[in-house]
């Protein structure tokens, strides 16, 4: 069992829609979450970090579920640009050594 | 301010052959990490250097080795490639050690294509 699991997708969703999607982690005492984007044979980049009261920035909400163990993250107003792989990326001790990185979603956002 | 550079962008190796991949960042980073990404697979961690004058193995160490040649480079070396280390290489960065600085994040660099046949 992969220890940060997340639906391959694609989400394909239209212009101006909302779409969401959860990634599941394995370790209970894990101590940080992020998402992070990665557009077509590029780097990953920070999206946002996931706090244990869920957070905002724009259009993107991060929600965290520790009790069930995962993550989410809601796009409303879906642009054309969102068109992207999301990656979750979970730490489960206190070292950046130890990152977990999910195999991503991918959104694919249609005029 | 270019942030984390890789060198080079694409390879082709054959089987046997050695190569190292340089990566360079600008941010007086603390921490540096050699990544690999694979289809269908999360990135995967090959070694990390926590501070200039250590690295320590991660996941995927074997095949590589790795030189923290100062706080700004580390480099990551084939010492004799395989078809099974054909992926895509991502360096990065953190300012801190610890993941329990949210305002920390890595910081990747370009990424090197290589393919070994």
């Known amino acids: 069992r992969k220890e940060v699991e997340q639906d391959p997708g694609p989400f394909n969703v239209p212009e101006g829609a909302t779409v969401a999607f959860n990634c599941t982690y394995s370790n209970s005492a894990s101590q940080s979450f992020f998402w992070y984007r990665q557009d077509c044979r590029k780097e990953p980049k920070l999206l946002m970090s996931?706090?244990?009261s869920g957070n905002e920035d724009g259009r993107f909400t991060a929600q965290l579920n520790r009790a069930s163990q995962y993550i989410s993250l809601l796009i409303r107003d879906s642009k054309l640009s969102d068109s992207a792989t999301y990656l979750c990326v979970v730490n489960p001790t206190d070292s950046w050594g130890k990152l977990q990185f999910g195999a991503g979603t991918q959104v694919v956002v249609t005029p | 301010n270019a942030g984390v550079t890789q060198t080079p962008k694409f390879q082709v190796l054959k089987t046997g052959q050695s190569m190292t991949l340089q990566c360079a960042q600008d941010?007086?980073?603390?921490?540096m990490y050699w990544y690999r990404q694979d289809p269908g697979m999360g990135l995967r961690l090959i070694y990390y250097?926590?501070?200039?004058?250590?690295?320590d193995k991660g996941e995927v160490p074997n095949g590589y080795n790795v030189s923290r040649l100062n706080k700004r480079e580390f480099s990551l070396r084939l010492e004799s490639a395989a078809p099974s280390q054909t992926s895509v290489y991502f360096c990065a960065s953190t300012r801190d050690r610890a993941a329990s600085s949210y305002n920390s994040p890595l910081h990747f660099g370009n990424g090197t294509r290589l393919t070994v046949t």
């Open positions: 250097s926590a501070s200039e004058g250590t690295t």
């Open positions: 996931v706090y244990s």
């Open positions: 941010m007086n980073h603390n921490s």
